[in-house]
C-alpha cells in the first residue's frame, strides 16, 4: 500500500538513477536523522523532524529539480525544519529555565538573613 502512494513521486538520485520517495526515505533517513541530532541534541526532537522532513518532502514534490542531489535537498528541508521547530518552541525552552523568587529569598540570598 505504502508503495502506491509514493510510485509517482520520483527523484534522482546522485548517479543520475530514477529512485520513488520510499527508497530515498529508506536510504537517506539515517542521514537525515543523524544530521538533526547533530543540531539538536535531542533523539526524540531529531527523530520527529526527520520524519517531518519526509512529509515535507512529499508534500513539495513539484518544487523538487531533478538535477539536484535528493540528500542535499532533504537535509535543507530538514534544516529549515529544524529553525521553525526553535522558533516556535523558543519562548518555553527560554521560561523552562527561569526560576520564579520570592522578594525574602533574595533578601536571605544577598544579605544572609
Known sequence: MCNAVFEDYKFRDE??????LDQAYKL???????FLCGLSH???????IAQETF???????????GSKDI????????RN???SYCRKNRFRTET???TIVT?????????GF
Do not use: H
Not at 15 to 20: F, L, N, V
Not at 42 to 48: G, Q, T, V, W, Y
Not at 71 to 78: D, N, P, Q, S, V
Open 96 to 98: 523552562e529555565n527561569i
Open 81 to 83: 525544519a529544524y529553525y
Open 28 to 34: 537517506y533517513f539515517k542521514d537525515v536523522y543523524l
Open 15 to 20: 548517479g543520475g538513477e530514477q529512485m520513488e
Open 71 to 78: 540528500r542535499a535537498w532533504l537535509f535543507t528541508i530538514a
Open 55 to 65: 512529509f515535507k518532502a512529499l508534500k513539495s514534490i513539484d518544487t523538487y529539480e
Open 42 to 48: 535531542n533523539p526524540d526532537i531529531a527523530e520527529e
Open 103 to 111: 522578594p525574602m529569598q533574595i533578601r536571605i540570598e544577598c544579605f
